[in-house]
């Protein structure tokens, strides 16, 4: 880490800065939020940004700050609700199909290539549309999309350590598999997944807001930056600041975890040279 | 006593799973490949077995099927008068009774174990022995592959080729096995580092009454370590024999091998003049 640092990333810092504010953000939400995110005022409506509402209000007079940092919570809550049910599911299927392969490997990889076969929000908006919109199909939907990619990753990177000689002599040493796995595997391949989550919980965000900018996913008045988004259609060209807002939210935090991926990726992280 | 025996062991290779591990064509309808053909073989308690041949020759083939990490397509592996295949054996019983050092002792310890972990494995999977019984026994073991107490504190990377060597023998002897295979285990060793090892490996079984199954292309290394040396060639064994005179072979392969060590035998001489 200290290397990193000494190498003046720039864009590194920049990453882990702007995601630790925005996470920060909404965590104090409560305390930094100046309106209740869900009070509705209709005669201040579509206001522009002025002092007491600094990024101005919507068509129902709502803060839009106050929504923008609960939204911190929403969006952001439910990327890393979907990121880890996607690593819970996919974390023992990749692990046991890249060690042991055989016919179960066959069928999580025919399973994998069908879900594969399709872009992401595609298939996201059919599964939504069978299931029903909704904040739990949503997430339902997303974790179906996303754990063939996790499962793909992890069992590619399972079937790379185990052709180290170390995993012979520790079986030799008399570990179970499961100890293997456990001890052997898992701290070898924890730093590449590690930096694919990074990377993929600006994917994930960007699903969620775009399910729910089609009304496919977090319902109104849940304070979610695609519903935001949806909110601001029709006012966009009457108040520009209604969509402005919420959309730089996304961005900034998509932005944020594409720095820190990219530059974790950059490093290499996956190949230590020194322990 | 009889440590280990085989019986007409035979290990193909199917070409339509070598064609997709390779991208071999079929060569002359052949439907498998053997690389171990009809091997009987037999190693006596406290003897050491030279297995020699050329790099291709089912050397470490046959290792890998006496270390169950091979399915053999026929033939039978007895340990102590029990198949390694037989209802009462299981994995780690074989590893119990077999230990495995291989060539590449870098890769064959875990990057971030200490050594004091790398052996304290075997003894508590294998003895279920009590912290302070494996501190002891670590001890032990590290003395007498010649390394002093210092080095149980050390990660892989702080050890020379040879000390790392070392550690994987140690390893192999804290399961107190019945028998060694080396598999071209120094090879890629100093011939002052391998005359150390082999020394160091002479006097353990001097006291532990071990059998070595010592796996290599060097005619000149097994003639200093071996009681009795089996030719391999083209996965068959095509010699054995105990008394290195060249007038009592009788298969060509085993007098161009001849040729080999003493032509190595020359240029070392050569090269030991020159300096």
């Not at chain 1, 002025?50 to 609960?70: A, K, M, Q, V, W």
């Not at chain 1, 919570?73 to 599911?89: D, E, N, P, Q």
């Not at chain 1, 170390?166 to 456990?182: K, V, Y």
């Not at chain 2, 026929?74 to 299981?90: A, E, R």
Request: hydrophobic share 45%; glycine share 8%.
């Amino acid at each position: 880490m200290r290397t990193l640092f000494q190498k003046k990333n720039t864009s590194l810092l920049l990453g882990i800065s702007l995601f630790a504010v925005i996470v920060l953000l909404g965590l104090l939400a409560p305390w930094l939020a100046p309106h209740n995110p869900l009070q509705v005022n209709l005669s201040n409506r579509l206001l522009s940004p002025s002092g007491e509402y600094p990024f101005g209000t919507d068509h129902l007079g709502r803060c839009i700050l106050s929504r923008i940092l609960y939204g911190i919570r929403t969006t952001v809550s439910i990327a890393f609700v979907i990121l880890g049910l996607s690593l819970c599911i996919s974390l023992p299927i990749g692990l046991l199909t890249g060690y042991f392969g055989g016919r179960t490997d066959h069928f999580f990889m025919r399973l994998m290539d069908g879900t594969l076969a399709f872009p992401d929000f595609v298939l996201t908006i059919a599964i939504v549309g069978i299931l029903g919109p909704g904040f739990t199909n949503m997430i339902i939907a997303i974790v179906i999309v996303r754990w063939a990619n996790y499962v793909r990753l992890i069992r590619g990177l399972v079937l790379k350590v185990s052709k180290e000689d170390f995993l012979i002599t520790a079986r030799m040493s008399g570990n179970s598999h499961m100890r293997i796995m456990r001890r052997y595997i898992l701290p070898q391949i924890a730093a590449p997944i590690a930096v694919f989550s990074t990377l993929d919980i600006g994917k994930i965000v960007l699903l969620i807001a775009g399910l729910s900018f089609l009304g496919l996913g977090v319902q109104p008045p849940t304070p979610e930056w695609g519903v935001m988004l949806h909110d601001a259609t029709r006012y966009f060209q009457l108040a520009p600041h209604v969509m402005i807002f919420p959309g730089l939210a996304i961005v900034s935090f998509v932005l944020s975890c594409q720095l820190i991926g990219d530059r974790f990726k950059e490093q290499n992280v996956h190949v230590p040279k020194e322990v | 006593m009889i440590v280990l025996e085989l019986r007409q062991v035979t290990k193909a290779f199917p070409l339509r799973l070598l064609r997709r591990r390779r991208g071999l064509k079929a060569q002359d309808g052949k439907a498998s490949v053997q690389a171990v053909k009809q091997v009987d073989l037999v190693l006596h308690r406290g003897e050491t077995l030279g297995l020699v041949g050329e790099s291709g020759s089912g050397k470490s083939t046959l290792a890998k099927l006496i270390m169950k990490l091979e399915t053999l397509s026929s033939g039978q592996i007895l340990l102590g008068g029990q198949s390694i295949y037989g209802p009462h054996m299981k994995d780690l019983q074989v590893y119990k009774s077999v230990q495995l050092v291989l060539q590449d002792s870098a890769s064959s310890l875990h990057p971030r174990m200490l050594v004091k972990e790398v052996l304290a494995e075997p003894m508590r999977n294998f003895e279920a022995k009590r912290p302070p019984e494996i501190r002891e026994s670590s001890v032990q073991l590290i003395r007498a592959v010649g390394l002093d107490e210092s080095f149980l504190e050390k990660l892989p990377h702080q050890l020379s080729g040879g000390q790392k060597q070392r550690v994987c023998i140690a390893r192999a002897l804290a399961v107190q096995p019945e028998l060694i295979i080396f598999d071209e285990s120094l090879a890629s060793l100093d011939p002052l580092s391998q005359a150390s090892i082999v020394e160091m490996l002479q006097q353990i079984q001097r006291q532990q009454e071990l059998s070595y199954l010592f796996i290599t292309h060097d005619l000149g290394l097994a003639r200093q370590l071996c009681d009795r040396v089996a030719v391999m060639y083209q996965g068959e064994i095509v010699e054995t024999f105990s008394e290195w005179e060249e007038g009592k072979l009788k298969h060509p392969y085993t007098h161009a091998l001849f040729a080999t060590l003493d032509e190595h035998v020359e240029i070392s001489s050569a090269e030991y003049a020159d300096k």
